[in-house]
């Protein structure tokens, strides 16, 4: 077993209000019979008394060594950590409980968020518990016992050497930076007459990266540019994909000739191929606005939520089959920019930006900064993906301006197919408006009023040349990828 | 205070314990004495609802000093049999209202009470009202026996809780283990 990340906890026995309670009723009664000779209080403060001395008696002399950690420092979407409490009990230790607090997109085990266990006098041995240190925990003589591991079940698990874990576990349901509630451990001794509680423990942020739903794409990506990759260009090349066939030139490989038709036409003929080649993928996502409702990676997802999870699995698409892949997001404060690169550690990258994504909260500030966010030069070539729930126009004016320039460029509505509706529901419309008071029929003909608006960009973007398809995983991107492939293959015009 | 629905079973069963014992206490020295009053029944009654929903609060030992304090102000000193029973109910009434609340603050109130917990205190509680049954039957000689303003037997009675104390200690002190440090 390895060591617990933490250093123990500190804190110091204290009486509880039930030990007061008793001692001091239980002498008064006594004193009230005796004084006032009144026999029935003094049976009735006896048993008192006597639970205040037996609590006395069995006071714990030792404290108790106690560390409480959180398992793992990131997480995905569904992926479960523990909060985690090892106690090395000393003598007249009893009772031991754990409660964590509540927190938002988090799941525990179990649901009470708490467990206790109540025979530690019994089923611990007094032992020693070595520190981060490493030094001993108590008279340097003992051996080593730490917890370490995943969580496999919640609750109170047995004593191992001693040493008593307690497990809550925590499932963090949606992407973010969450922040797991507080942990709250309590030592008890005998009759609750003592207690050893130390602060509540706070962990860290833990990071949950989105889970990349399901996506692949069976079209190249249309204009392959690199050294090295899957992706056919539209140059001849070494490759997988014949191109063409022709006649015998000085320098052709000799493995490279079509037998069938030199003997054919009698003279030798040689196969040509495009040549496979990597491609740069630049994904914008569209976090000024998050439209609907969040309820977890297993539920209903908002706009940025698709968004986000659709860019992950973007990425990771494209990072698996060997082309780069950059991320920028819009309207996000403290995002930033991630150059095209590839390879597993540019997809860490990206997913631990996307972790990190807030949603702009619509000041100016936070449109001046996606001006400048779309200031940034895009490469020729690079195919941009827009994730974006088409609510902002600055976005989808970008994304015309790129068509026209002649980069490929795919808009992906996110928007969730709820909010699509001039029906709102009022809990959807509260989100909408700034003061639940005006959840009413005028905000729901405002709504209505927007998606109208809205509908007419989306029309505008599309005549201007750029396709706008929702997201629907895999094979999402395959048929405007293909249609972007004929286009950069035909004659065109384009702004510089 | 804690929210009843966020409560595990058994501190739902413990605080319902606790209630009971107080409620019924409250109205035992309501209709089993001659002195009982309705008005400070009821009145505990309702501390008793704020005692069951926080336990741990300062209201709980209020709640039991108002219990013993009615309980002594409406029944005279008991002579009969049926007196010394009540009043043994009341007492172990009482200790049922301090362990309960006791253990209900031990532990997170979420978490359910393990069992091996219960049955310790439960086993803890019998051997308190056992202890306590001799200096309980030395008050019974004691007020049939002892002429008026004689209170020798009392303090007897008083040593003898001592003596039990000390015996307790005695027997549930752990033996000691070489090289602990407790």
Known sequence: MTTPPTTPLSARWRPTAAHLRASVLGVCFVAIGVFMRRPDAVVIGAPLVAVAAWSVLRRPTALPRVHVWLRHPVLREGQTTAWTMAVAPGAGVEDVGLAVSEAPFTRYTPPSQSVARGDIGAAATPTQVAGPDGRDGSDGSGTTDEPAGPAEQAGPAEPVGGLVLLDVECQSIRWGVRSPGAATCAVSAAFGAWTWAPEPVSAEPLPTVPLPEVFSARTATPDPDGLVGRSRSRRAGDGAELADVRAFRFGDRLRRIHWPVSVRTGELNVTTTFSDEDAEVLLLVDAMHDLGTSTGYDGESSSLDSGVRAAAAVAEHYLRVGDHVGLQVLGAQASPRIPAELGSNQLRRILDVLARVRVADGGVVDKRRLRAQLRHPVPFGTLVVVLTPAVSVDVLAHAAQLARRGQPVVVVDTLPVSMTTGELPDDLLRDLVPDEDEVGDSARLAWRIRLLERQRELQRTRLSGVPIVPWVGPGTLDAVLRDLGRQRRSPRVMTR | ?182
């Open chain 2, 1 to 182: 205070m804690t929210l009843l629905s966020s409560l595990s079973t058994s501190q739902r069963v413990l605080r319902a314990l606790m209630g009971a014992a107080a409620t019924a206490v409250a109205l035992a020295s309501w209709l089993a004495t001659p002195g009982g009053s309705l008005i400070a029944a009821l009145g505990l009654v309702v501390l008793t609802a704020f005692v069951v929903l926080d336990p741990g609060s300062r209201r709980t030992t209020l709640l039991m000093a108002l219990l013993a304090a009615v309980w002594l102000w409406s029944a005279p000193a008991p002579s009969s049999l049926r007196h010394w029973a009540l009043t043994f109910l009341v007492a172990l009434a009482l200790l049922v209202v301090h362990l309960a609340g006791a253990l209900a603050t031990v532990l997170p109130p979420a978490a359910p009470v393990p069992a091996a917990t219960l049955r310790r205190w439960l086993r803890r509680g019998v051997g308190v009202v056992l202890a306590c049954v001799p200096v309980w039957s030395v008050m019974i000689v004691a007020t049939r026996a002892a002429a008026p303003g004689d209170a020798f037997l009392m303090y007897a009675a008083l040593a003898g809780l001592v003596g039990v104390g000390a015996a307790l200690a005695l027997s549930t002190r752990p033996p000691k283990r070489a090289g602990t440090d407790g």
